[in-house]
């Protein structure tokens, strides 16, 4: 009997089991899966809670509905792990010993990393969107709000979703104008960044949107500390944002059981091969989304992207032979612009988002790079396609590697 | 790409003004390029060079966060050392590539 033993039950891991689970012989193959929470959030959805479009019945569902049934679901505490002999050990004690492993715990956030992030305004005044219960706490805080400063900030890259933060100032907007307050409200996006996104053609877009929409935005804006008595955050630069309220994306690390293995980089991420997803020190480990160190976005398509790549390789490898398929870095991510629209970006390692029409040439029906109506529908779908087709680790009609198809070249 | 004369030593540069090639670097090189920066290199200065340098050369990503945390210099003593955009001025004074931020 072979082991393949698969580290968190998120996107990435539920997806691979039901990958591989389809594609092995039951009697020659055992597959476990380890994670501590029983919940599957839909952490798209965090986004939209602040704004009262999602409650919160409308992003969970239990990890065991997703599970198939012959998977062995371990509900535990990853403690660390030891690459040299092929042991997992569990919180309490227990030890589980694979043939292959998978690590797929994802990032998380640590807002115990900036100095004055869980002080006395903790979920108060001060409020993240990466979790549900920050989400929630936040809904409640705008639902009475009556305006002043709302900043939206980011402490360190990489982060989860990158481009959330943008989505969240474009839905404020539309939330306090439909309020009838937005002339009471002044929003401000902070980002480490010299421009509001990481490349070039696309920077040039939201950054349009962001002037057109009347959001200030402050670049290079590196946090230091946020001071709760004065309500300002600080950057080591010596410039301040004075904030009513403050959206915060904190420093994301990957999971702590990585640092204590030996296997992670200075934010816990792991180094890894990123054509082929092999870890870069055992050939036994994969690593798979968020938790792996390639340079793309830490996002749930990049990662259903990836799991078709990284289960053709596992199945060459348990035949003997090299892994030969090669990720890309395929990264496919709707952009809320507000008022019904979203923009559509798709692009990989080395042919950054351009504009064009989304998956069939000129037709689309979704257009890159350009808010439409069917682009937001497409976002609001996505949960459902989530649920029903990406978890469960079927196909969608989308080519796993990027294609130049329909893309304007200029 | 270009051909820049420091210290009257031609090297070869991108549009930015970052070397191209790490070996031709010199220290001689790297206080011509502090100058047009505006600033003037100390011992200190020399030291984060040194070690970005050399993390650089190890294929190793920089980040401002794992130079504060290097011990070499610290998050606050960085943007002292090279005020405004520290990893984008220091690496380009260290004569490797501008780091790329990934999405």
């Not at chain 1, 309220?245 to 990957?254: A, D, I, R, T």
């Not at chain 1, 390692?349 to 064009?356: A, S, T």
């Not at chain 1, 937001?376 to 294609?403: C, E, Q």
């Not at chain 2, 390029?33 to 920089?62: P, Q, S």
Request: aromatic letters at 12%; charged letters at 25%.
């Amino acid at each position: 009997m072979n082991k393949i033993v698969i580290l968190g039950a998120g996107t990435g891991g539920t997806i691979m089991a039901n990958r591989l689970y389809k594609s092995l012989s039951k009697k020659d193959w055992e597959i476990t899966i380890i994670d501590n929470d029983p919940i599957h959030y839909y952490q798209p959805g965090f986004l939209f809670i602040p704004f009262g479009t999602y409650k919160k019945k409308d992003v969970l569902k239990p990890k065991a509905d997703f599970i198939p049934k012959g998977v062995k679901f371990v509900l535990n505490k990853i403690d660390r792990i030891d690459p040299k002999t092929n042991n997992v050990f569990l919180d309490g004690g227990d030890v589980i010993s694979y043939d292959y492993l998978i690590i797929t715990t994802g990032t998380h956030i640590k807002p115990d990393e900036t100095p004055g992030l869980m002080d006395s305004l903790w979920r108060k005044k001060i409020f993240d969107f990466y979790t549900l219960e920050g989400s929630l706490a936040l809904h409640e805080f705008f639902k009475t709000w009556q305006g002043g400063t709302l900043v939206s900030s980011i402490a360190e890259m990489p982060f989860k979703c990158p481009v959330a933060p943008l989505e969240f100032v474009f839905l404020a907007d539309e939330y306090f104008t439909k309020r009838g307050i937005r002339d009471k409200v002044k929003i401000i996006y902070t980002t480490p960044l010299s421009g509001a996104f990481t490349k070039p053609k696309c920077t040039l877009v939201l950054g349009d949107l962001l002037k057109e929409k009347n959001i200030e935005v402050v670049t290079d804006f590196y946090i230091e500390r946020i001071d709760n008595d004065t309500q300002t955050i600080h950057s080591f630069d010596g410039r301040e944002v004075k904030f009513d309220v403050l959206s915060f994306v904190p420093v994301n690390m990957g999971a702590d059981f990585i640092s204590k293995s030996g296997l992670g980089d200075d934010l816990n991420y792991i180094p890894t091969n990123k054509f082929t997803l092999q870890s870069e020190q055992f050939e036994n480990i994969f690593i798979l989304g968020d938790t792996s160190n390639i340079p793309t976005s830490k996002a749930g398509a990049v990662v259903h992207f990836a799991s078709e790549i990284l289960t053709e390789n596992m199945l060459s490898i348990f035949k003997g032979e090299t892994p030969k398929a090669q990720f890309d870095g395929h990264a496919n991510c709707f952009i809320e612009t507000g008022f019904g629209k979203a923009a559509l970006i798709d692009f990989n390692y080395d042919v950054e988002p351009l504009r064009g029409a989304f998956p069939i040439p000129i037709l689309g029906p979704m257009k890159l790079l350009k808010p439409t109506r069917i682009n937001h529908f497409g976002k609001l779908a996505f949960r459902w396609i989530y649920w029903n087709i990406l978890l469960k680790g079927r196909d969608l009609p989308v080519s796993t590697n990027m294609s130049m198809k329909g893309k304007i070249v200029d | 790409m270009a051909e820049k004369i420091f210290a009257g030593v031609s090297v070869t540069v991108t549009d930015e003004g970052y070397l191209t090639i790490p070996s031709q670097w010199t220290k001689e090189i790297a206080i011509e390029i502090a100058k047009e920066e505006g600033l003037t290199l100390t011992d200190k200065h020399f030291a984060v060079i040194e070690y970005l340098r050399e993390r650089v050369l190890k294929g190793e990503a920089l980040t401002i966060r794992s130079i504060g945390k290097s011990g070499v210099v610290d998050t606050k003593g960085f943007y002292e050392l090279f005020p405004g955009a520290p990893l984008k001025k220091a690496t380009k004074i260290a004569g490797v590539a501008k780091p790329v931020s990934c999405v």
